[in-house]
């Protein structure tokens, strides 16, 4: 099973990034997806979540800014972040659940003020 996130990367505040996850190994479609984060020196939040069926939801401080989505025919789930500011600066990791759970090796995202 392999998570790989892109998409990373500097940008300056007010900008917008995409992000992606390519699941490989997984029957994606029957998986909950997830964008966690981690600030260096904070634990690792949860930012997104989109589950195999139903609604998504968000943590409160990228309500409005970010997007998650999934494309089951590609086997992706994307997490489109505008209006970015330095606080979202984190290594963002891709997470997949049903039964078992699988982690990326995380993106970086870094916003300048």
């Known amino acids: 099973v392999q998570l790989v996130e892109s998409g990373g990367g500097l940008v300056q505040t007010g900008e917008s990034l995409r992000l992606s996850c390519v699941a490989s190994g997984i029957v994606f479609s029957d998986y909950n997806m997830k964008w966690y984060r981690q600030a260096p020196g904070k634990q690792r939040e949860l930012v997104a979540s989109i589950p195999s069926r139903g609604i998504a939801h968000y943590t409160d401080s990228v309500k409005g800014r970010f997007t998650i989505s999934r494309d089951n025919a590609k086997n992706t789930v994307y997490l489109r972040m505008n209006s970015l500011k330095p606080e979202d600066t984190a290594v963002y990791y891709c997470?997949?659940?049903?039964?078992?759970?699988?982690w990326g090796q995380g993106t970086q995202v870094t916003v300048s003020a």
């Open positions: 997470y997949a659940n049903q039964v078992f759970e699988y």
